[in-house]
């Protein structure tokens, strides 16, 4: 009987992890990280935002592509993904918004769309959007493309807030941040679908941290620190991974 248990709680589990106060934390890194990391590569080694997502999207289709095949959560392979689309989604949004010229409003407005249009898609095949339901290939696809609109939509929701508010990026990260205490506050207190707190925590998570990657290495004059972009990836990279063999890193369950 208690082997049955055991392999009964074994299939339940998924392939993605419990969404706890470790998990946050991990999540606010990497997006810190695909910032600084991004930057690096289009401004620093002056790729271009098109080579530089280019690159970045090759990375992540060699990690998500790992991260499916697997048959059970690799807390590393995972968060190599989550940083990968953070990468990737740094690097979209800037070519969105700069290259193609429609400016931060405009690229947000139609990376917005696209993240609703993932949403609706998963909804309507899969009849939920909850990560507790990710138990088969077709909803674990939808989760990988929801998370990669919403890691491109909050980088450029992140530099809309510092430059076209006027905030700064010291400005724009207190304002993220608040809005991720009103999540909180509606995860305690009220009894708003977690589902739909988790997906908006997901995407505030990101322009929070594009705007603090920003403020690390942006020149003095325009509101940063000027950090060198190598050794903020290289620090933020060094603490993700510390965190990821120290933090209880365990799988979710099925619904």
Do not use: C
């Amino acid at each position: 009987m208690d082997m049955l248990l055991d392999n009964a709680t074994e299939d339940r589990a998924g392939k993605v992890p419990a969404v706890t106060l470790g998990f946050w934390i991990i999540k606010i890194l990497a997006t810190t990280l695909g910032e600084t990391g991004g930057d690096a590569v289009t401004m620093s080694m002056n790729l271009g935002y098109l080579v530089g997502t280019a690159i970045f999207a090759i990375i992540f289709v060699a990690a998500v592509s790992a991260q499916m095949a697997a048959r059970r959560f690799h807390p590393l392979l995972y968060w190599t993904v989550i940083i990968a689309t953070t990468t990737v989604g740094t690097t979209f949004a800037d070519f969105v918004d700069r290259s193609l010229g429609i400016g931060y409003l405009g690229g947000s407005s139609l990376l917005a769309g696209l993240l609703v249009a993932s949403l609706a898609a998963w909804y309507r095949t899969m009849g939920t959007v909850s990560i507790a339901s990710i138990d088969n290939k077709a909803a674990e696809t939808f989760y990988w493309i929801t998370i990669l609109f919403s890691q491109t939509l909050g980088t450029a929701l992140g530099d809309w807030m510092a430059d076209s508010t006027g905030l700064g990026y010291g400005g724009g990260a207190i304002v993220f941040a608040a809005g991720l205490a009103v999540v909180a506050a509606a995860y305690l207190w009220t009894r708003v679908s977690h589902t739909v707190l988790f997906w908006i925590a997901f995407v505030l998570t990101r322009p929070l941290g594009a705007t603090v990657g920003d403020f690390l290495d942006k020149p003095l004059d325009h509101g940063g620190l000027a950090l060198s972009r190598y050794t903020a990836s290289v620090a933020l990279a060094v603490a993700i991974a510390a965190l990821v063999f120290m933090l209880p890193q365990r799988a979710g369950k099925h619904a």
